[in-house]
């Protein structure tokens, strides 16, 4: 089972910095991209960024620009900068690791997710 730890949370003003980690116990031979998801009370998760094994991002359009997403495959671990901080940036931020879905590899699309880790902006 994959398992998946965040850290790097906390409270900041607006327009400040934090950085989070994600560390990943490990990648399975059907790992196609890690990602980065966020919820707010009383509103539904949402994609913030993705970062494919071999590198490709791609960010939310509330977060382009600001955020940046990167890895260190060798020590398993997805990092999430993020600049120019906003109160509406403030939410509980996920780590997920995607599997991909190739049948014939015994690859089922599984998806494993992070506790999640706090993140408060404050204006």
């Known amino acids: 089972q994959v398992e998946l730890v965040e850290s790097g949370g906390g409270s900041v003003e607006t327009g400040g910095s934090l950085t989070l980690s994600c560390s990943v116990s490990?990648?399975?031979?059907?790992?196609?991209?890690m990602r980065w998801y966020r919820q707010a009370p009383g509103k539904e998760r949402e994609f913030v960024s993705t970062i494919t094994h071999s590198g490709r991002t791609n960010y939310a359009d509330s977060v382009k620009d600001r955020f940046t997403i990167s890895q260190d495959n060798a020590k398993k671990k997805v990092y999430l900068q993020m600049n120019s901080l906003k109160p509406e940036d403030t939410a509980m931020y996920y780590c997920n690791s995607r599997d991909d879905t190739i049948p014939s590899l015994g690859c089922r699309g599984s998806s494993y997710w992070g506790r999640g880790i706090q993140v408060t902006v404050s204006s």
């Open positions: 490990e990648f399975t031979y059907c790992h196609v991209d």
